[in-house]
């Protein structure tokens, strides 16, 4: 199985940006979907955003539409995340996950998951 690492959270004001990766161990079949989800303490692992494949097709949340920016990279297996304008309640653990089949919004349906990266926005 594909192993993820996630990296690029940290600390951050209210009305700021950060950017996360996702870089995965080995090079990965295609064709895959690559989401980004999250976690907040209490709360359930809820959708962010994902991207096809060839980049064509994106997906976003409503709470993160306008603010956050999904991107791939193929040839470097990496995959990214761009957050700007953050808000208190973005403050969660962030993962990303791989998908093969399904439905991109259901994290059942990603097959491989990276350890996680905490996001703490500040007010």
């Known amino acids: 199985q594909v192993r993820l690492v996630e990296s690029g959270g940290g600390l951050v004001q209210a009305g700021g940006s950060l950017r996360l990766s996702c870089a995965a161990s080995?090079?990965?079949?295609?064709?895959?979907?690559m989401g980004w989800f999250r976690q907040a303490p209490g709360k359930e692992r809820e959708f962010v955003a994902a991207i096809g494949w060839n980049s064509g097709s994106t997906y976003y949340a409503d709470s993160v539409k306008g603010r956050f920016t999904i991107s791939r990279d193929n040839a470097q297996n990496t995959g990214y995340l761009q957050m700007n304008s953050l808000k208190p309640e973005d403050t969660a653990v962030y993962y990303c996950?791989?998908?093969?089949?399904?439905?991109?919004?259901?994290?059942?349906?990603?097959?491989?998951w990276g350890q996680g990266t905490q996001v703490t926005v500040s007010s």
């Open positions: 996950a791989l998908r093969y089949s399904g439905t991109y919004y259901l994290a059942k349906d990603y097959a491989s």
């Open positions: 080995e090079r990965t079949y295609s064709g895959y979907t």
